[in-house]
C-alpha cells in the first residue's frame, strides 16, 4: 500500500488497502447490546424474522471496525487520523458472523489550507468482504499537515 | 417527545428529543483500544500533548453512543431504526469524559416510495453535551412503513 508522510505528497487518485479483520457473532452481539439494541444484531432467531433473515452487525459496528482498518493502515504514516466530518455513509451489504474484511481506499480531492500549513484530504473508502462484494463506503474530511520549508 | 408508528403520520418540522447518557473515561479508553487506537483516546498524558489537549471520545464512539440514545427514544414506535444511509458526519466540539450527552432530531424531508408500502424519512440529529454545546450532528435516512388501508 502507499504510505506518505505531508500533503505535499499525495495526489488525486492515489490508492490505499488495509488488512483484514475476521468479525464474529460474539463481536456483532456485544457491539449491539452496547450500542444498538435491535433484533437483528443481538440474536439470532430473532434475526431471522427480520428483513436481515439472520444476524448482521450494527451499521456502526461496521464504521467502527472500518476506522480500525484505516488507523492500523497509518496511510498518512505518523499523522493521526482525524476526521472533521464524514459525508455518503453507506451499507450496501449486511456483515455476516465469519465475514473477513478490508478496505480499499482513493484519494477524490486535495484542497490545501490558504491560510494554514496544512491541506484537506478527501479519501473515499470502500469495505469488501471475503467475496469481494462491497459491504460499505464512507468519505471522511481529514486534515494533513504541508511538508516545512527546508 | 414525539412518538409515531407510520409514515403517513410524520411531518417535516416533528421533533424528537432522546434521553441522557453519561461518558466515562474508562468507556473512552475501551472504546478507543477496541477501535480507534489514537493517543487522544486512549491515554490522558499522551492526549495532553495532541491538538484536543486532553482524553477525547473517538468520533466513532460519540457515533454509536447517538445511535444508542436514537434506538432507545423509539422515535417511530415499535419500527426498527435501519438506516439505508447517513450523510453529514460532523463532530463540532470534543466529547469529554463525565459529559451528559443528548439529541435532538427534526424531519428534514419525507419522501413516499411510488412503488413500495413505505416512505424514506430524514432526520437531522444533534448531539449536546450537558452545557448545551452541540457536539455532534448526523444525518440518517431512515425506511418507515406506510399505514395499511383499513
Redesign the interface.
Known amino acids: 500500500m502507499t504510505q506518505v508522510e505531508w500533503f505535499d505528497d499525495l495526489q488525486v487518485g492515489m490508492r490505499f488497502k488495509t488488512g483484514d479483520l475476521q468479525i464474529t457473532a460474539s463481536d456483532i452481539k456485544r457491539?449491539a447490546a452496547?450500542?444498538?439494541?435491535?433484533?437483528?444484531h443481538l440474536d439470532e432467531d430473532a434475526a431471522a424474522k427480520?428483513?436481515f433473515k439472520g444476524l448482521a452487525a450494527?451499521?456502526?459496528?461496521t464504521?467502527?471496525?472500518a476506522?480500525?482498518l484505516a488507523?492500523?493502515s497509518r496511510p498518512f504514516g505518523p499523522h493521526?487520523?482525524?476526521?472533521?466530518?464524514?459525508?455518503?455513509?453507506?451499507?450496501t451489504a449486511p456483515v455476516r458472523p465469519g465475514d473477513v474484511l478490508h478496505l480499499d481506499g482513493e484519494i477524490v480531492s486535495l484542497t490545501p489550507s490558504s491560510t494554514k500549513p496544512h491541506g484537506s484530504v478527501v479519501v473515499k473508502w470502500t469495505m469488501y468482504n471475503q467475496n469481494t462484494e462491497p459491504v460499505y463506503t464512507f468519505t471522511p474530511i481529514t486534515i494533513i499537515p504541508r511538508r516545512l520549508p527546508s
Chains 1, 2 share one sequence.
Open positions: 457491539f452496547e450500542f444498538d439494541p435491535q433484533p437483528m427480520t428483513l450494527s451499521g456502526w459496528h464504521a467502527a471496525i476506522m480500525k488507523v492500523q493521526p487520523l482525524i476526521g472533521m466530518g464524514v459525508d455518503g455513509l453507506r451499507w
